[in-house]
């Protein structure tokens, strides 16, 4: 059985809207959800906030980094209290962990509770990111996913992969189907920040990225096809 920690940003979840939550695309992360569960794979999900608020942008409009980075940790679990709703109504049990406790919203992240919850079917979604100031969520993903002991990180994006160059402004971009983190380094490639990058590397947990607005991408790396660009 795999055990894997599916990153998606808060802008995803936006949609063509640009901010808040567009209900087409949360259907279609609940239903990609879905499909791994029926492979029997154990899901936790980090959700990004950028959709609602982040934390180095407030900074433009007179908050501070350290208040405006607590700003995009709410936002962040309005984000994933959506989800868990969304799972739940599709019949699935859901629940939401956070580096922020919020009661009665959602309990205090540790390893042993999401391990446990995993391992009873239940989807953990993790919010608050670190529930410290200056990580991303990006940071929280990798860190949540060694706690876990994911045999996976799963970074779901608007691209289908890793590429030379952002391909949505240079269409000669290529795209590499496996490359290792240390390459991944040194050509600068920004796939996640490197407090993600080492945790990931030390730990030895892979990174695929992938394009999550294609149906059926996340049960397809489930069932070990070639999807996206593999990050080790």
């Given amino acids: 059985m795999k055990r894997i920690l599916l990153k998606l940003s808060g802008e995803a979840l936006a949609g063509e809207n640009g901010n808040g939550i567009d209900s087409a695309m949360l259907k ?6 879905a499909a791994a569960m029926g492979k029997n794979a154990q899901v936790a999900v980090v959700l990004g906030g950028g959709n609602f608020f982040r934390g180095v942008k ?3 409009k007179g908050v501070s980094r350290v ?3 607590y700003i995009g940790m709410l936002a962040t679990i309005m984000n994933s209290l959506a989800l868990q709703d969304s799972l739940r109504q599709a019949g699935f049990k ?4 956070s580096g922020l406790e919020i009661s009665p919203l959602c309990k205090r ?3 042993h509770t999401a391990i446990s919850l995993l391992e009873q079917k239940t989807v953990v979604i993790i919010a608050g990111g670190t529930g410290n100031p200056f990580f991303t969520t990006d940071s929280a993903a990798a860190l949540r996913a060694v706690e876990i002991n994911a045999d996976f990180l799963l970074k779901g994006t608007r691209v289908d992969g890793v590429y030379s160059a952002d391909p949505e402004k240079f269409p000669d971009a290529v795209k590499y189907d496996e ?3 240390d390459e991944a380094y040194e ?3 920004k796939i996640m920040d490197l407090t993600a990058f080492t945790l990931c590397k030390e730990n030895n947990i892979p990174t695929i990225v992938f394009d999550i607005n294609k149906k059926g991408s996340l049960a397809d790396i489930i069932d070990g096809k070639k999807v996206g660009t593999l990050v080790k």
């Fill in 28 to 33: 279609l992360f609940t239903e990609e959800i």
């Fill in 58 to 60: 407030g900074t433009e």
């Fill in 67 to 69: 208040q405006g980075d």
């Fill in 94 to 97: 859901a629940e939401v962990l």
């Fill in 109 to 111: 992240m540790n390893a």
């Fill in 179 to 181: 490359i290792s983190y």
């Fill in 187 to 189: 050509k600068k490639l």
